[in-house]
Structures are given as structure tokens and as C-alpha cells.
């Protein structure tokens, strides 16, 4: 429960941005880019970064960005 009650605050990433998440989850996926996926992707971050940073919106979307924070082996 613990674990929980951490994703569910907003964390800040320092030195790592939603361009690094990109990169990562599209390698960690053996996706290749051809600029589109990495642009749709990194769009798509920033929105729910943005949502997460907001506390008046659902823990959910903290919980979301702080787990592809986790996956990517930066933020956990």
C-alpha cells in the first residue's frame, strides 16, 4: 500500500524529460522510429505529465507517469 500511496504523488524526473521517456519506452518496445512514432509519443507525455503535475486531476494519470518513470529506470 505504501508503494501506492508514492506513485500517487507527483515526482519530478531531474536531468530526465519526456524525450528521454520517449526514446526508451519505443526502444524497450523494439519499435523502430521514423520521427512520427517519436513525435505521437512524446505528445502524448507531455499531456499526461501535464495532467499529472495538476493535483486537482485524479491520482491516476500520477500514477500512470510515475510508473513509465519506474519502466524506463529512472523515477520509481
Known sequence: MELL????QYHEASGY?????AEKLI?????????R??????NA???IQATAQN???SDYYR???NVLLAITSKEG
Open 45 to 47: 507525455l507531455y499531456q
Open 63 to 65: 500514477v500512470l507517469y
Open 5 to 8: 500511496e508514492n506513485l500517487k
Open 17 to 21: 524529460d519526456c524525450n528521454d521517456i
Open 55 to 57: 493535483p486537482y486531476n
Open 37 to 42: 512514432l517519436g513525435e505521437e509519443l512524446l
Open 27 to 35: 526502444e524497450l518496445a523494439g519499435l523502430e522510429d521514423d520521427g
